[in-house]
């Protein structure tokens, strides 16, 4: 069970903090879709080496989860979200020195670095919103906190085509296309860091529950079969998530015949399909089964790519799109399933999961491959297994029976 020391306090500062941390952590990382495309074009890329913007990006995830898992055990939730935003804004920064060398494994670096705070974040803002309520209710809690998360995840796409992507045509990768952005993002995240560092937040302390959590202790972690296969589902619904949205651009322009930075204002609609799939998703989770509502989303999304592949025009783009929308509430159904009954292991287990979302690094560059060496058909058959494999987490993986 968990308990605050500030047991009359209201959640409502720490609910602001994490909705604009959400929104931040949207914004910065679905704007690496609008940065695909850019250096795809400006340094002549590879569909593969394009993806090596969310390689390194989600690959700070399998590196740094668990040592962050252990600094926010050691810090508290607070301090490890303003180490986070610092060290995010750090990485922005280093945008601008990025674009006077104009190397791309500098631009990789500093998205590396930028990572490192967005994993800190994430680590430390997860289980603090199941922690902040019911423990029945952490699904839609957190739903409804990545619906504002989501806001950013919209506005992204079209802050990117207006002000990076259209620079393509006239003037390839320009230094000023994409180190203002980041040098405004990055005093944005500095703010912050120093606005969270001064208020007051509720001091969440998780403690042994009724289930006997010593017994829990001395079996260790990975004695939960929930949370390994959980460690699986998430890595597979990030993937493909990161996949779609990463190659969408292209997909888009490529199957109707448009330009890059127009084709990229459809991405908003994904993204933006995921804020309405969670505001609304929020409501389900009260009254549906959480796995439920997994298992229905996670079978539409498998329709709606066969939909696309087999089809074209405009029908093709927008079940692509659609896909957004079931997207929407698989994060938090899989992360508070994952975690559902770990007790003194709630912490670590987040720190763990987070590592999973590596699979935005994996599943991209796979399908880059798969796009350079065969087909957008072929390469979308990646994603459609991650899907599958959701719907069996859904139908058997979530049950926290103890491994044996």
């Known amino acids: 069970m968990t308990s605050s020391t500030n047991n009359g306090r209201r959640y409502t500062p720490a609910l602001v903090v994490l909705a604009v941390l959400y929104f931040m952590m949207g914004f910065i990382t679905c704007l690496n879709d609008t940065l695909v495309p850019f250096f795809k074009a400006g340094f002549a890329l590879s569909y593969a080496d394009s993806a090596l913007v969310q390689f390194y990006f989600f690959l700070t995830y399998a590196v740094m989860s668990v040592p962050a898992g252990r600094i926010v055990e050691k810090v508290g939730y607070k301090r490890g979200m303003v180490y986070g935003f610092a060290i995010a804004g750090i990485g922005a920064f280093l945008f601008y020195p990025a674009s006077l060398w104009h190397q791309y494994g500098v631009f990789l670096g500093a998205l590396f670095i930028l990572a490192i705070g967005i994993v800190l974040l994430q680590v430390a803002a997860n289980p603090y919103i199941t922690l902040l309520g019911k423990p029945e209710t952490a699904s839609s809690r957190l739903t409804i906190i990545q619906g504002i998360g989501s806001i950013g995840t919209t506005v992204a796409p079209l802050f990117g085509a207006h002000f990076i992507l259209s620079k393509i045509s006239t003037s390839g990768v320009a230094n000023n296309a994409v180190s203002i952005p980041y040098l405004g993002i990055g005093g ?33 972690i990975f004695s939960f079969r929930h949370l390994k296969f959980g460690l699986v589902a998430l ?32 991405v908003s609609f994904y993204w933006g399909g995921m804020l309405v799939g969670r505001l609304l998703g929020s409501l389900v989770l009260k009254v549906v089964k959480p796995e439920v509502v997994l298992r229905w989303m996670g079978a539409a999304s498998i329709s709606l790519i066969l939909l696309s592949v087999f089809s074209t025009g405009y029908l093709a783009v927008w079940s692509m799109v659609a896909v957004g929308l079931c997207n929407s509430v698989m994060f938090a159904i899989v992360f508070s399933l994952s975690i559902h009954g770990l007790g003194t292991h709630t912490t670590r287990a987040s720190g763990l999961l987070s590592s999973a979302i590596v699979g935005g690094a994996v599943i991209p560059y796979l399908q880059g491959l ?5 087909s957008w058909q072929v390469s979308f058959g990646l994603p459609l297994i991650c899907y599958l494999y959701i ?11 103890r491994a044996e």
């Not at 944005?188 to 202790?217: F, R, Y």
């Not at 798969?370 to 065969?374: C, E, N, S, T």
Request: hydrophobic share 50%; net charge negative; glycine share 8%.
């Open 188 to 220: 944005i995240l500095v703010i912050i860091a120093v606005v969270v560092s001064c208020i007051a937040l509720p001091t969440m302390i998780t403690k042994s529950g009724p289930t006997g959590a010593s017994h829990d202790v001395k079996a260790g």
């Open 235 to 266: 890595f597979m619904y990030v993937g493909a998530e990161v996949a779609i949205g990463t190659f969408l651009t292209n997909y888009i322009a490529d199957t109707i015949g448009i330009e890059e930075h127009m084709a990229n204002t459809y």
């Open 370 to 374: 798969l796009i350079d060496r065969f």
């Open 391 to 401: 719907v069996f987490f859904a139908w058997r993986g979530y049950q926290p029976r």
